[in-house]
C-alpha cells in the first residue's frame, strides 16, 4: 500500500477545510466569532510541522500543512482587517454623533418651538376646565 498517497489524502482534505471559512467571513465582512488565540496557535503549530516535515523531507506532512499555515494566515489577516475596520467604523460613529450639530445647537432657529415654561402650562391647564 502506498502510504505517500493516504497522506497527501488527509492533507489535502486538512487543507481545504478551511477554505469554506475564508469565505464566509470574506462574503459577511466579520470575523468577531474568530478566536484569535485558536488562529494563532494554530498558526504556529503548522508551522512547527510544515518545518519538520520539510527538513525531514517528507513532502505528505509539509505540503499539506504548509497549505494549511497559508489559509491560518488568510483567516488571521481577515481577523485583523475586518476587527480593526469595525472597531474604526464605530469610534467615526461615536465621534460623530458626540458632534452632531442636531445634539447641541449652538443657535436657536425659527424651526424650533420655543418650550413653555412648567409653570405656564399648568397655569394654562387649569384655565382650560
Same mark, same amino acid.
Given at each position: 500500500m502506498n502510504y505517500g498517497l493516504l497522506g497527501y489524502v488527509g492533507g489535502t482534505l486538512l487543507s481545504l477545510q478551511m477554505i469554506p471559512q475564508i469565505i464566509k467571513i470574506y462574503r459577511q465582512k466579520d470575523a468577531s466569532q474568530l478566536s484569535l488565540e485558536f488562529m494563532m496557535c494554530n498558526w504556529l503549530g503548522l508551522g512547527s510541522m510544515s518545518a519538520y516535515g520539510f527538513l525531514n523531507r517528507d513532502p505528505p506532512i509539509y505540503v499539506?500543512?504548509?497549505? =494549511?499555515? @497559508?489559509?491560518? =494566515? @488568510?483567516? @488571521? =489577516?481577515?481577523?485583523?482587517?475586518?476587527?480593526?475596520?469595525? !472597531?474604526?467604523?464605530?469610534?467615526?460613529? !461615536? @465621534? $460623530? $454623533?458626540?458632534?452632531?450639530? $442636531?445634539?447641541?445647537?449652538?443657535s436657536f432657529s425659527s424651526d424650533i418651538p420655543q418650550r413653555s415654561h412648567p409653570v405656564d402650562i399648568l397655569y394654562q391647564n387649569q384655565h382650560r376646565t
Open positions: 499539506p500543512t504548509a497549505i =494549511s499555515w @497559508i489559509n491560518t =494566515s @488568510i483567516l @488571521i =489577516s481577515q481577523k485583523y482587517f475586518y476587527d480593526y475596520s469595525k !472597531r474604526n467604523t464605530q469610534e467615526t460613529t !461615536r @465621534i $460623530e $454623533e458626540i458632534q452632531s450639530p $442636531e445634539q447641541f445647537p449652538l
